[in-house]
């Protein structure tokens, strides 16, 4: 049986995604990105499923970081969840949203729900958890406590919280976007029609050429290439030198990208495929 590891634990939009996208297969739950990524890479697990990007708060940095400068895993899938984020209490708890003392969640889903949180709980101090799942989690097993934890209704569910208010979040149509990295694509079984293609570069400039970043772009456009994302990331290596991520919605082929790849070394740039593959979007 195939096993697939997700930042957890149960009740995580991570955790949600899987079940939406994967049937009967084995699935883990890590506490963090790193130790999922890590577990694919040592043959642990066969897939792992972690978060990359959200709408409203944009790149999932450490996921990005891990993948380029830790371990080197190929994006194999792309899945994309809608977020309905919630706020979850006790089913004992008896007070009104004046009554809640602290919130609990990830970094990422504080921040979605930042103008909420402001206006709806002046009386909650902000903890920060490594997952949503954690934060439901912790709340379940308070004891008399006035704590909230920002979640999904898995979450609620899997701890038995009752959902005080829906749909918290500031902006509508709010969607994740998960990675899947697997050594074999094989395994890929996921049980939805894919709704299109992309494929990820990592590009390097070189440090003295002006204009590099232009004359990079141009190699797409006149190919007439879409871009769907361009990103910027510290290579670590000093102040002022960055690499690029750069999503082309269309799937690697032997025409156009080997072409693409020339003319930017030409550049003195450096050019490493992070991924070709197929992008489910899940109704949930």
Same mark, same amino acid.
């Given at each position: 049986?195939?096993?697939?590891?997700?930042l957890?634990?149960k009740?995580?939009f991570?955790k949600?995604?899987?079940?939406?996208?994967?049937n009967g297969?084995?699935?883990v739950?890590?506490?963090t990105i790193?130790e999922?990524?890590d577990?694919?890479?040592?043959d642990?697990?066969?897939?792992?499923v972690v978060?990359?990007?959200?709408?409203i708060?944009g790149?999932?940095q450490?996921t990005?970081d891990?993948?380029?400068?830790?371990?080197?895993?190929?994006?194999?899938?792309?899945?994309?969840?809608?977020i309905? /984020?919630h @706020?979850?209490?006790?089913?004992?708890?008896t007070? +009104? &949203?004046?009554? *809640? $003392?602290?919130?609990h969640s990830h970094s990422h889903?504080?921040?979605?729900?930042?103008q909420?949180?402001?206006?709806e709980?002046?009386?909650?101090?902000?903890?920060?958890?490594?997952?949503?799942?954690k934060?439901?989690e912790l709340?379940?097993n308070?004891e008399?406590?006035?704590?909230?934890?920002?979640?999904?209704?898995?979450?609620a569910?899997?701890?038995?919280l009752r959902?005080?208010?829906?749909?918290?979040?500031d902006?509508?149509?709010?969607?994740?976007r998960?990675v899947v990295?697997?050594k074999?694509?094989q395994?890929?079984?996921?049980k939805?029609?894919a709704i299109?293609?992309k494929?990820t570069?990592?590009?390097?400039l070189?440090?003295?050429?002006?204009?590099a970043?232009? /004359?990079? @772009?141009?190699?797409?456009a006149?190919?007439?290439m +879409? &871009?769907s994302? *361009? $990103?910027?990331?510290?290579?670590?290596?000093g102040?002022g030198?960055?690499f690029f991520i750069?999503d082309?919605?269309?799937?690697y082929?032997?025409?156009?990208f080997?072409?693409v790849?020339a003319e930017?070394?030409?550049?003195g740039?450096?050019?490493t495929?992070?991924?070709?593959y197929?992008?489910y979007?899940m109704?949930l």
């Amino acid at each position: 049986m195939t096993t697939i590891g997700y930042l957890g634990p149960k009740g995580t939009f991570t955790k949600l995604a899987v079940d939406t996208a994967f049937n009967g297969e084995k699935k883990v739950s890590f506490t963090t990105i790193p130790e999922c990524i890590d577990a694919v890479d040592s043959d642990e697990i066969d897939i792992g499923v972690v978060p990359l990007e959200n709408a409203i708060e944009g790149t999932v940095q450490l996921t990005v970081d891990y993948l380029v400068h830790q371990v080197r895993l190929p994006v194999m899938a792309e899945i994309v969840v809608p977020i309905q /984020q919630h @706020l979850l209490i006790r089913r004992d708890f008896t007070g +009104n &949203l004046m009554d *809640i $003392e602290g919130i609990h969640s990830h970094s990422h889903a504080i921040a979605q729900c930042h103008q909420f949180i402001h206006k709806e709980l002046p009386n909650a101090q902000i903890r920060y958890t490594s997952s949503t799942g954690k934060a439901a989690e912790l709340v379940s097993n308070s004891e008399g406590l006035s704590i909230a934890a920002i979640g999904n209704s898995l979450a609620a569910n899997e701890y038995d919280l009752r959902i005080l208010k829906e749909n918290i979040h500031d902006y509508p149509n709010n969607h994740t976007r998960f990675v899947v990295l697997t050594k074999n694509k094989q395994l890929l079984k996921i049980k939805h029609k894919a709704i299109g293609e992309k494929t990820t570069l990592l590009i390097s400039l070189p440090n003295d050429k002006s204009g590099a970043l232009h /004359q990079i @772009l141009s190699a797409f456009a006149w190919r007439k290439m +879409n &871009l769907s994302k *361009i $990103e910027s990331r510290p290579t670590k290596t000093g102040l002022g030198n960055y690499f690029f991520i750069i999503d082309v919605e269309q799937q690697y082929d032997d025409v156009l990208f080997p072409g693409v790849k020339a003319e930017l070394e030409a550049l003195g740039c450096q050019v490493t495929v992070l991924g070709t593959y197929p992008v489910y979007q899940m109704n949930l």
